[in-house]
């Protein structure tokens, strides 16, 4: 039986889920609506779930109060509507979405895209030209060679390619959730560094590279990851490089986007003045 129509928020709603991959209710109302519309919202996610667009999973994680929360990902007849459409979206699974810590790491990484794509909706100076969520580029395979002369594979958590007042900014963004240890973040920033020396231009198209890490550790954990990209860049001999890099402690899901991206709360390596992640005032 053919799925009833999706309607203009059912696809609107649809294409969100194809770019993002996994999205919350909160997620779909703040990118699309705003945050008074969750009721709205959920009641088009119902419909869409019930004709077969869209699959939901309960979120493995503990809450302090209310029933578990869902997120939503594409079933088969979502996929071909957007396919249809003209949209390159990946032939949904029936597997389990994931570990509690690896999806909650997915869906703060996704707070931190929905915030930077309705920051550029938003503001005329900013456009969005495309967003690769980790899932994109685990398929990409964006190989480099080490500093050690290994050949490895490189996977930002997310690349976002900018313009900013019509010049080219690349973002590889990184969600940090105080997870890792400084031997695991020495060896993503390894990656980084060789994927800085060059393959970022063919394999991605790109004209300028900035990593941005975003933790939800506090300041403390600010101040360790900075000290920790210090240390290796002192390593390698590469200090000049700590441009490259930007760090801020925020919670994406609650920080307005234009606080989050446009305010002096990013600290490079090495510098003493915080600053914007997209320098837009100085364009």
């Known amino acids: 039986m053919t799925a009833a129509a999706p309607g203009v928020p059912g696809d609107k709603i649809l294409r969100a889920v194809g770019r993002y991959r996994l999205l919350t209710r909160p997620q779909l109302t703040r990118l699309l609506y705003g945050r008074s519309s969750t009721t709205f919202v959920g009641e088009h996610l119902t419909r869409l779930t019930r004709a077969g667009y869209l699959r939901m999973d309960r ?27 003209g949209l390159d979206v990946p032939t949904p699974t029936d597997r389990p979405l994931t570990s509690p810590l690896h999806l909650q790491h997915l869906l703060t990484l996704n707070d931190a895209l929905v915030a930077l794509e309705r920051l550029c909706r938003d503001h005329p100076h900013l456009e969005l030209e495309r967003m690769r ?26 690349w976002v390619d900018l313009l900013v007042a019509d010049a ?18 020495a060896r993503k920033l390894d990656g980084l560094l060789a994927l800085a020396a060059g393959p970022y231009r063919e394999q991605l198209g790109a004209d300028s590279m900035t990593v941005a890490v975003i933790t939800t550790g506090g300041q ?23 441009e490259l890099f930007c760090f801020t402690a925020a919670d994406p899901a609650v920080v307005a986007p234009e606080a989050l991206y446009l305010a002096s709360s990013w600290i490079r390596p090495y510098a003493a003045a915080p600053c914007p992640l997209i320098p837009l005032a100085a364009s």
């Open 59 to 85: 979120v493995p994680l503990q809450i302090p109060f209310g029933g578990t929360p869902g997120v939503w990902s594409l079933r088969g007849a979502g996929a071909r509507y957007l396919r249809q459409a």
């Open 133 to 158: 969520h980790d899932l994109e580029l685990r398929r990409l395979r964006i190989h480099v060679r080490l500093a050690d002369g290994r050949a490895g594979v490189v996977v930002p958590d997310a």
């Open 168 to 185: 080219p900014m690349g973002l590889a963004l990184e969600l940090d959730r105080a997870t890792e240890d400084e031997a695991k973040w």
């Open 220 to 242: 403390r954990r600010l101040a360790a990851l900075r000290r920790w990209t210090e240390q290796a860049l002192d390593r390698h001999g590469l200090s000049d490089w700590g």
